[in-house]
Nanobody, 124 residues
Framework: VQLQACGGGLVQAGGSLRLSCAAS????????MGWFRQAPGKEREFVAG????????KFADSVKGRFTISRDNAKMTAYLQMNSLKPEDTAVYYC??????????????????WGQGTQVTVSS
């Protein structure tokens, strides 16, 4: 599956952004989807994940209550709604797809397909 992430940009602290991840290729509904981010000088970290059906999700503690994840299998697209953004949310955000498990995996090793990344910058 090929993934294309978009929706990043520059926003003030407290603002919102919605990232989209459009998939093409194999059946989208067979993939657990995840969002990761990588800030300069830091390792790529898990942000959120959603099950194949969309019925369950998981979030990093740092974004709980502020971010939501969703998917539309008919449109083959996953979304990350980011509210109450903070400067520490600044990073390149990546979407990823996994067929390795039906569970939501929180490590980069669990995902075999990655999008190109979209920059999110939150100014203070």
């Amino acid at each position: 599956v090929q993934l294309q992430a978009c929706g990043g940009g520059l926003v003030q602290a407290g603002g919102s952004l919605r990232l989209s991840c459009a998939a093409s290729g194999r059946t989208f509904s067979s993939y657990v989807m995840g969002w990761f981010r990588q800030a300069p000088g830091k390792e790529r970290e898990f942000v959120a994940g959603i099950s194949r059906s969309g019925g369950s999700s998981k979030f990093a503690d740092s974004v709980k209550g502020r971010f939501t994840i969703s998917r539309d299998n008919a449109k083959m697209t996953a979304y990350l709604q980011m509210n109450s953004l903070k400067p520490e949310d600044t990073a390149v955000y990546y979407c990823a797809a996994s067929t390795m498990s039906t569970a939501i995996i929180t490590t980069t090793q669990g995902y075999g397909n990655w999008g190109q990344g979209t920059q999110v910058t939150v100014s203070s």
